[in-house]
């Protein structure tokens, strides 16, 4: 009997033992689930782009300085690009949607950009303007990412960073095969002279210049520099004219019917520089009695101050631009028609290159089914004779839009196309 008194006793104390064990014991759960990680094209927008715009491949991307030193620009290549797409949905129903971003005044917030637009926004195509020292860097992220870029930049060769870049603009190079081309075939003009600032702008120019001339068997005279901060050019000119010229011989601009031009060793003088430079120069020019000599400029020469005061010495001036708002070109008009109907001011260059990109974009996008970048590139390519504001437009194999320039001459104290 006490055999099983003692078992039922050590029974009830282990019975004891783990019943209060269990109490203090935590409840055992299951594990809720981990929501899923989004895909990349399922990410909202951040502040960056418009927080109403859906996220899809029927997005087109925009990179401009919307702040900083070039934001003026950047909201008016802005607004032209809207107009572009306002524009292309009055005339066919269209899917696409424009998404904006800020290229600030930073390498980071450039990137920012493009990793916005391309990752998160998961844009068909980008299209961005930029000033040189940023194009590499747009360019450079946009390959990486593999995402079609267009930009809007002066910068010489920024289209060999990879297949997924490309250019619209008048390029440097082109600026000078239009002019030295219309120098030669319509003026006659076979020898030429060079006053150049010491910048990078100038000895590019030059560089390219001299190149070109060479080319088509012409001859370079002298080429002369000087330093931007330079106000007085008597030096230069005694270089010109072979230092003929002495204080006895300086006349006044009124005189010139008492005295015999000089006579020159060149037909042309080509100065690649700002307008109120250009201006400076001339009046020197005609100070000195250097008359008679075509002189030839880029698009920097390119603003109405150009024949606000002086434009007697700039008379038979030559120069080239990708756009003349009162050129004669019919898509010229409309465009310049429909932009001061939408925003109440004459359109400007950078106005027409940010607006025919996006209408090319926006062209190729409707003409063909196109559901993946790659196919937006070999559309790209295939662009021929695109008519538009800033002329006919075409992409060939290294991805530089091949523009026409538009050639322009100081006539009777006006601006006017000649070409």
Sequence with gaps: ????????????????????GCAR?????????EPPVRKKSEVQPSTIGPPSVLISRNNVGC????????DNAGRRALDAALLSLKIFKQRSSSPWEIVAADSGETPEKIR???????????????????????????????????????????????????????????????????????????????????????????????????SKVKSIGGKIHQSISYRKTDTDFSYQIKKLTGNRIGVAEQVSETAESTHDRLSLDFEALFIPDSHQRVKMITSQLAYYNVRGLKLLGTSLWHSPDLVKSGVEYLEGAVFV?????????????????????????????????????M??????????KITTRDEFLEALLDVRGFRGATGNISFNGNRVAQKEAFILMVQNGKIVQVK
Excluded: C, W
């Design 25 to 33: 014991a935590p409840l055992i759960t299951k594990k809720r689930a």
């Design 321 to 357: 631009d990708s756009f003349f708002a009162s050129g004669y070109l019919p898509e010229t008009n409309d465009f310049v028609d429909v932009y001061y109907a939408a925003y109440g001011r004459e359109p400007v260059n950078i106005d027409a290159l940010s607006y025919d990109t």
């Design 112 to 210: 920012e950009a493009v990793l916005h637009l391309a990752d998160d926004v998961n844009v068909i195509a980008i299209v961005a303007m930029s000033g040189t020292a940023e194009a590499t860097v747009i360019a450079e992220e946009a390959q990486k990412r593999k995402v079609p870029l267009i930009l809007i930049t002066s910068k010489e060769g920024v289209t060999e960073t990879g297949e997924y870049v490309f250019q619209h603009f008048l390029t440097a190079t082109q600026q000078m095969e239009a002019l030295i081309g219309y120098a030669q075939k319509t003026l006659n003009i076979g020898i030429f002279s060079v006053l150049y600032p010491q910048d990078d702008y100038g000895r590019e120019m030059v560089s390219i210049f001299r």
């Design 63 to 70: 990179i401009f300085p919307l702040t900083g030193r070039f």
């Design 1 to 20: 009997m006490k055999k099983y008194r003692l078992l039922a006793a050590i029974f009830i104390l282990f019975l004891f033992v783990f019943i209060a």
């Design 359 to 368: 209408d090319i974009v926006l062209k190729v996008l409707g003409k063909h």
